[in-house]
């Protein structure tokens, strides 16, 4: 008896693009979940440092090199003067309005609130409520590069 006929074989094919949407709510979750771990370090004394590669010509030589650097992560949120943590979502540089009544941040009352709601976020944002917010600010962005 051979190998392949233990196995479940069928005929498929492998979508290659993914709807715009879809690319779209996955970026903005990758997003959340950084906010998110480096809010959970920050919470535990810790520094979130992640790594990407970066490629650069050495001038000396004229190779290509590529080496690990630090990715740099601004946070979205603040502590605000009443003592309260304010929290924006971002989507590249631009500010996702969270209501239709224009509000654009989220009050948390700690840092384990603050937690919870990028959590729920990164829910919300899977399952499509921010959808319209993303393609608003993304459609604006495009606009700008039209000549």
Not at 62 to 90: P, Q
């Amino acid at each position: 008896m051979s190998v392949l006929a233990e196995l479940q074989l069928t005929t498929s094919k492998r979508a290659i693009k993914v709807s715009p949407i879809v690319a779209r709510r996955r970026k903005l979750a990758s997003k959340l979940h950084e906010q998110l771990e480096l809010c959970e370090a920050k919470k535990n004394g810790q520094i979130y440092a992640p790594k990407k590669l970066r490629t650069y010509v050495n001038k000396q030589t004229g190779e290509r090199m590529t080496v690990e650097a630090i990715k740099r992560i601004k946070e979205w949120h603040w502590t605000a003067s009443d003592g309260l943590i304010h929290l924006s979502v971002k989507y590249g540089s631009k500010v996702l309005p969270l209501a239709a009544d224009g509000s654009n941040a989220i009050v948390c009352a700690n840092t384990d609130a603050l937690i919870e709601t990028l959590k729920t976020l990164k829910l919300a944002v899977l399952d499509g409520e921010l959808d319209t917010a993303i393609t608003e600010v993304s459609n604006f962005t495009k606009s700008s590069f039209a000549k």
